[in-house]
């Protein structure tokens, strides 16, 4: 059974930083593309984003590219996602995904998922 646990989430100010981890059990974590979506209070879950098996390509959505940077360790089994320059905008439920699929953003999307961890909360004051 594939099991994604999120730690890491917490209360920043805005600026500040924050590193999420998701690991991951369950599943030949190497044939795994994993990422990252968000779902903010009233708002959609929307993707954050993502990488491939090897981490060799990453992918971000356009509001977070040049502050947070997705990694994964295959040896640990482990995904995270360091999230710097943090802004109120940025709060929201962070999910950790697994799919055996591509790591691009088209096809990356909330309906592929094979996997789906609970998630783990960023809030970020002003």
């Known amino acids: 059974q594939v099991q994604l646990v999120e730690s890491g989430g917490g209360s920043v100010q805005a600026g500040g930083s924050l590193r999420l981890s998701c690991a991951a059990s369950?599943?030949?974590?190497?044939?795994?593309?994993m990422g990252w979506f968000r779902q903010a209070p009233g708002k959609e879950r929307e993707y954050v984003a993502s990488?491939?098996?090897?981490?060799?390509?990453?992918y971000y959505e356009h509001s977070v590219r040049g502050r947070f940077i997705i990694s994964r360790d295959n040896a640990k089994n482990m995904v995270y996602l360091q999230m710097n320059s943090l802004e109120p905008e940025d709060a929201a439920v962070y999910y950790c995904?697994?799919?055996?699929?591509?790591?691009?953003?088209?096809?990356?999307?909330?309906?592929?998922?094979?996997?789906w961890g609970k998630g783990t909360l960023v809030t970020v004051s002003s």
């Open positions: 995904a697994a799919d055996r699929g591509s790591s691009r953003p088209d096809y990356f999307t909330e309906d592929a998922m094979d996997s």
């Open positions: 369950g599943l030949t974590f190497s044939d795994y593309a």
């Open positions: 990488l491939s098996w090897s981490g060799a390509s990453t």
